[in-house]
């Protein structure tokens, strides 16, 4: 029987936050205990904020939004490849990795798992993301969608953010801030489904694997 892997982090507004992105908060406006008939939360939040996706449009003028986003990319067969050591990921680290050929979907499993088990979830600068010419293998080899273990794809000292603008510029998917750790390399299932927000550059996502 295939076993599901949650590989979403839970949504807590003391998570690692981006810095100057707006704090994100979980409202408690009636209670059943309060004497209400039910328990209504309020949520405010930005997109890019724990397990979401980037559209297009996160980077690119007149790119597509999360609701105009192909589904069958984010549904269908994902390798999930471990990067462990690297600071900076390039393309000599995904040329190692010996993908299969016609791979699509791929996630990166790097140091940076290790960040979840923070206690004090403080926002990590050092995190590792993939280099400009990393961004360039991807497109190069047709995957169409990305993720990674942390909440961005790129560098936190890539000032003019070319590894977003050379990703969604080819409408490669990405998906950022996803807990791989209980996940180990191989060949699995993905299931990453978006709140469908219209015009939106982001959104938060529900991500699984089916696998071994």
Known sequence: MSRVHDIT????PDGPLWPNDPPPRVTLMKSVEGGYRCNVTRLDT?????????????FIEGGRTVDELDLSVLVGPCTVAEVPDAAAIGPEHLDALDLAPGATRLLLKTR??????????????????????????VVDRGIR???IDYLSIQLFDDAVS???????????IIVEGLDLRAVAPG???LTCLPMKLAGAD???VRAILTGT
């Not at 798992?113 to 990393?134: Q, V």
């Not at 070319?162 to 490669?172: D, F, I, K, N, Q």
């Open 9 to 12: 982090v839970a949504f807590r």
């Open 46 to 58: 930005g997109v890019h904020f724990g397990t979401h996706l980037d559209a297009p449009c996160h």
């Open 112 to 137: 940076n798992s290790a960040f979840w088990d923070d206690p004090a979830h403080e926002f990590r600068r050092d995190f590792t993301a993939l280099t400009a010419d990393a961004a360039q293998w």
């Open 145 to 147: 969608l990305i993720g």
């Open 162 to 172: 070319t590894t977003h603008l050379v990703l969604l510029g080819a409408e490669v």
């Open 187 to 189: 060949d699995y299932h």
């Open 202 to 204: 982001g959104a938060p």
